[in-house]
């Protein structure tokens, strides 16, 4: 029986404190890039846009998933769901920060899939880096 409890996302211990704060800027600039765009479409385009609720909600968790998956390749030691948690943090409050005066329900909404988003990536990024190492270590 093996007994191997997985390290909990939200524990920083033994991550790469410069990835973890990559992954936050990171996180921030991407969604600050992705909201300026949807402010631009919205303006723009005025009556024509729809749906932005579920826009802002899978812009924000495919950017989350993405650097997470980036951070846990280029990070390399098996903390890929920590980079990608504090990364979807940073992403949540940018996006409480940003949405809270139109609907707190959205907010929370996006920032949650923020935070879903890089836990996603930063497990694909493992489960990813894992099978290579396999590969490699079969030939």
């Known amino acids: 029986m093996n007994n191997y409890r997985r390290p909990s996302p939200f524990d920083p211990r033994g991550t790469k404190i410069a990835f973890l704060v990559l992954s936050a800027v990171l996180n921030i600039v991407v969604g600050l890039a992705f909201f300026s765009l949807v402010d631009w479409l919205m303006l723009t385009y005025g009556n024509l846009m729809s749906g932005i609720d579920t826009t802002l909600m899978l812009g924000m968790f ?28 940073a992403g949540l ?4 920060l940003r949405i809270w005066s139109s609907s ?29 190492a396999k590969q490699k270590k079969q030939r």
């Open 104 to 132: 707190l329900l959205l907010a929370a909404l996006v920032g949650l899939v923020c935070v879903l988003g890089g836990y996603n990536g930063g497990m694909l990024g493992e489960g990813v880096r894992r099978m290579r």
């Open 62 to 89: 495919l950017a989350s998933l993405m650097i997470g998956y980036i951070m846990s390749q280029v990070a390399a030691d098996g903390k890929g769901m920590t980079y990608g948690v504090y990364g979807g943090l």
């Open 93 to 96: 409050v940018l996006s409480v």
